[in-house]
């Protein structure tokens, strides 16, 4: 099983950016998908998921409005658009695959598979 996150980069305060999690040897349809965070000497957190059949998103607050998350079920494949990008949101982004329940999609340990994080830079 592999989960590759791709698109990372260095951009400024207030662009766009799409992550994508490209993933091999699952079938992403049967898993709930997230994108989680980490920073510098930070706690990874949870950024985004988003449900089996892609009828249900879920956002951290900081986020919410600014990113979303969106699927291809028919392509493996799993993206985060980022927008208004903040320097706060500079961090290894990692797509990671879930097999509970909907009430826990937004745990760490709900996920069981992940992959190996892409770096976003925000810079002010």
């Known amino acids: 099983v592999q989960l590759q996150a791709l698109g990372g980069g260095l951009v400024q305060a207030g662009d766009s950016l799409r992550v994508s999690c490209a993933a091999s040897?699952?079938?992403?349809?049967?898993?709930?998908m997230g994108w989680f965070r980490q920073a510098p000497g930070k706690e990874r957190e949870f950024v985004a998921a988003i449900s089996r059949s892609g009828g249900s998103t879920y956002y951290t607050a900081s986020v919410k409005g600014r990113f979303t998350i969106s699927r291809d079920n028919s392509k493996n494949m799993v993206y985060l658009q980022m927008g208004s990008l903040k320097p706060e949101d500079t961090a290894v982004y990692y797509c990671a695959a879930s097999a509970g329940i909907l009430s826990t999609i937004s745990t760490i340990d709900a996920y069981v598979y992940w992959g190996q994080g892409t770096q976003v830079t925000v810079s002010s």
């Open positions: 040897g699952l079938t992403v349809s049967r898993y709930n």
